[in-house]
């Protein structure tokens, strides 16, 4: 008999070896999310709290007879903690077509669910076509399409001009710029995915760390590029810089409508200083469809997408809480009506 269960220390070997079998391209999170698995094994204690207290990623095992037979990854995609990402959903490739991997799908939603988380989402390689037809099973939709760009090791920016070009405007963020990135970046995202996603503004905030710029990009995980008009107090274009555990780097472009000038300035300044920082590991840019002006910068550097993905979302209906019956107060007193007044038609002699 199969049995989901939580994932306990004792299976950390069985695990990750069952991360190997991906056949298909997986998104750059999920990719990444592969060491936050294995360092889950060490939280199982947060089984045992409600999911708003979980801090690392939340696994779940499908077994039989002690052999882990499929694997559940969630992680929260930000402080609100209403939205969760599917990160990894993987099942032996000896036990696939047996309805493992949407048991432990529909078992999430359920558990999750049921403790008010009301969004989730998942990146799925568009050449996944078994994975896209499960997801929309479970109720999942497309929202839209999200392209990775690999930068290769020995890459070069070609020699494009790009007019009067201020590569001295772009500063790292302090702290006072946090609430100005949250409103460039919900100014970006489409109204849709905006509710999807459930951004705070404290998914921005940035550290006060004063080092020498080469050292504090090496040693922060997450940290901001952006430049601003002073004249009207917005930063009109930004660039963010996670770095993963085992030295991956990940870029995401907020650039607004009005400023789609500066795209080619940031991307060119920010992939051009990653390079010349000499990181180790990949460096991989992520772009949504609705990002035009970052496309189009992305091309003019000779740039093309090395993984494509589709954004599925899924949005519970959460069961409303019973209302309290309506009781009258007695002391209220109300004023007699009168007698309804009656109309008769006047009848006359002719009649």
């Keep these: 008999m199969i049995k989901i269960v939580p994932f306990f220390p004792n299976d950390a070997a069985q695990v990750r070896a069952l991360l190997r079998y991906q056949e298909e391209p997986v998104p750059f999170d999920a990719f990444i999310s592969e060491e936050k698995v294995n360092e889950a094994k060490m939280s199982f204690w947060q089984h045992w709290v409600p999911i708003a207290f979980h801090r690392t990623s939340s696994v779940y095992l499908a077994k039989e007879d002690n052999t882990v037979l499929g694997i559940i990854a969630l992680d929260s995609l930000g402080k609100s903690n209403h939205t969760w990402q599917v990160n990894q959903l993987v099942v032996h490739p000896r036990h696939r077509g047996r309805g493992i991997a949407e048991e432990l799908l529909r078992y999430a939603l359920a558990l999750f669910g049921g403790q008010g988380i009301s969004h989730f989402l ?71 995915e905006r509710r999807v996603f459930n951004f705070v503004p404290e998914d ?96 003019e550097l000779g740039l093309e997408p090395s993984t494509t993905c589709y954004l599925m979302a899924k949005e519970q209906w959460l069961r409303a809480k019973k209302k309290k019956r309506l009781r009258l107060d007695p002391t209220v007193t109300l004023p007699s009506m009168g007698k309804p007044a009656i109309n008769i038609p006047y009848i006359t002699e002719s009649n």
């Excluded at 568009?126 to 999200?146: D, T």
């Excluded at 660039?239 to 300035?265: P, Q």
């Excluded at 920010?270 to 991989?284: D, E, L, R």
């Design 204 to 299: 921005y905030r940035i550290n006060d760390v004063k080092m020498d710029k080469s050292r504090f990009k090496l040693a922060q995980n997450d940290l901001f590029w952006v430049t601003e008009e002073t004249d009207r107090q917005v930063i009109p274009c930004a660039a963010r810089v996670k770095t993963s555990k085992n030295g991956d780097h990940l870029l995401e472009f907020y650039v607004n409508a009005g400023w789609s000038h500066l795209a080619c300035d940031l991307v060119n300044f920010v992939v051009g200083t990653t390079i010349k920082a000499q990181m180790q590991g990949m460096v991989v840019i992520k772009v949504f469809d609705f990002q035009d002006n970052v496309i189009t910068a992305l091309k």
């Design 122 to 192: 998942c990146e799925v390689s568009n050449q996944n076509s078994s994975a896209i037809s499960l997801l929309v099973s479970c109720g999942f939709r497309r929202c839209s399409r999200v392209s990775y760009y690999q930068v290769p090791i020995d890459y070069t920016p070609p020699d494009v001009s790009y007019g009067d070009a201020d590569f001295s405007a772009f500063r790292f963020a302090q702290p006072a710029d946090s609430q100005k990135i949250y409103q460039l970046h919900q100014e970006i995202i489409p109204t849709e």
